[in-house]
C-alpha cells in the first residue's frame, strides 16, 4: 500500500523538520510538501491525503480563509498547532477540519492522529471538544469582507482618514462602518466599544496576527 502522503503549512521551520522525523519513523505516512503559507503549498499542486496547517502564520492570514483555500484545492485539513485560543479553534471546528493536534502532545499521539485524518477518518480529542463547547462569549459575529478590511486596519492603528485612503471609501463610510462593527460585537456579548476592545476582537477573530511576544 502506497504511503499516505502529508503536507505540511508552518512558518518555523524546526517544527516542519520535527513533523518529517516523526514520520519518518513510522511506515505508511510521508511528509511530500511544506510551505510556510497556503498560498505557497497550493502553488506545488501536490497530491495530498491531508494538510497539516498551523492556525496563526506569520503572514497573517485568516484561519476561514486559509482552510476554505484547502479544502477547496481537495485536501483534508488536521490543525497542527500550539496554543492557540479557543475562538480560533472553533473557527476551525466550523469549516470542517478532522480535528486538531496539540504541538505539545506526545508524539506517538500526533502520528496516530495524523494516521486517522489522513484516512478521512475525524480526530477528537478533549482539547477540541473544550474549545468548541467552551467560551459561550466568543460567538461569532458575521461581518462582510469590507467590514473586516475595515477593522484590521482600524484596528491596527490607522485613523479613519487613513482607512479611508487606503480602502477607496469617504471617512464618513469608514466611520459608519465602525459603528455597524461595533453594533454587530455588542449584539453577540463582545462589546468593543473603544479601540483597544476592537483590536482584541480582531485578534479572536484572526483578522489581526497575534504579536511575535505572544506566540
Do not use: C, F
Not at 502529508?6 to 521551520?13: A, S, T
Not at 496563526?56 to 490543525?79: K, Q
Not at 462593527?181 to 456579548?189: E, L, M, P
Not at 468593543?192 to 506566540?215: C, F, H, N, Q, S
Amino acid at each position: 500500500m502506497a504511503d499516505k502522503r502529508i503536507g505540511v503549512v508552518e512558518d518555523h521551520e524546526s517544527m516542519v523538520l520535527g513533523v518529517r522525523a516523526m514520520l519518518d519513523d513510522h511506515p505508511g505516512l510521508s511528509l511530500t510538501a511544506s510551505s510556510d503559507t497556503v498560498a505557497g503549498l497550493l502553488a506545488q499542486d501536490p497530491q495530498l491525503d491531508l494538510v497539516l496547517l498551523d492556525l496563526r502564520l506569520a503572514d497573517g492570514s485568516s484561519p476561514t480563509a486559509n482552510i476554505d483555500a484547502l479544502h477547496a484545492a481537495g485536501h483534508a485539513v488536521l490543525v497542527y498547532t500550539g496554543a492557540e485560543n479557543p475562538y480560533l479553534v472553533r473557527l476551525a471546528a466550523k469549516v470542517g477540519v478532522l480535528g486538531i493536534v496539540r504541538k505539545s502532545a506526545p508524539v506517538e499521539r500526533v502520528v496516530q492522529a495524523i494516521a486517522a485524518a489522513a484516512d478521512g477518518n475525524p480526530v477528537i480529542t478533549t482539547e477540541w471538544a473544550a474549545a468548541i463547547d467552551g467560551d459561550p462569549d466568543l460567538d461569532a459575529v458575521d461581518l462582510s469582507p469590507r467590514q473586516q478590511e475595515v477593522l484590521s486596519l482600524y484596528a491596527s492603528g490607522e485613523s479613519a482618514d487613513r482607512v479611508a485612503r487606503l480602502t477607496g471609501l469617504s471617512t464618513e463610510t469608514v466611520n459608519d462602518y465602525v459603528g455597524r462593527i461595533r453594533a454587530k460585537y455588542a449584539a453577540v456579548g463582545r462589546p468593543a466599544g473603544t479601540k483597544v476592545d476592537l483590536y482584541r476582537r480582531a485578534l479572536e477573530d484572526g483578522l489581526l496576527p497575534i504579536p511575535e511576544r505572544d506566540r
